[in-house]
């Protein structure tokens, strides 16, 4: 993982919440958010702990992004 370990960790958000897709149906994802060098980055991983993808995110698609339940707020 190298750098994205390094972006990720400790994050300072958790969120737990279900997403739904065309793709996957309805799954339960735990959403991290780190501050990196000013800029919000997210990244969702799956029930199995599998990071399905991570991005850098302005601050107003960070609110819309912040749903579900709030499990760590820095």
Request: aromatic share 10%; no cysteine.
């Amino acid at each position: 993982m190298g750098e994205l370990e390094n972006v990720l960790k400790p994050p300072d958000e958790v969120w737990r919440g279900v997403k739904g897709s065309g793709r996957y149906g309805a799954e339960l994802f735990t959403k991290y958010v780190k501050y990196y060098r000013g800029q919000p980055m997210v990244a969702l991983v799956d029930k199995d702990m599998n990071v399905r993808t991570i991005y850098a995110i302005g601050q107003k698609e960070l609110e819309d992004f912040r749903t579900g339940i709030l499990l760590k707020r820095k």
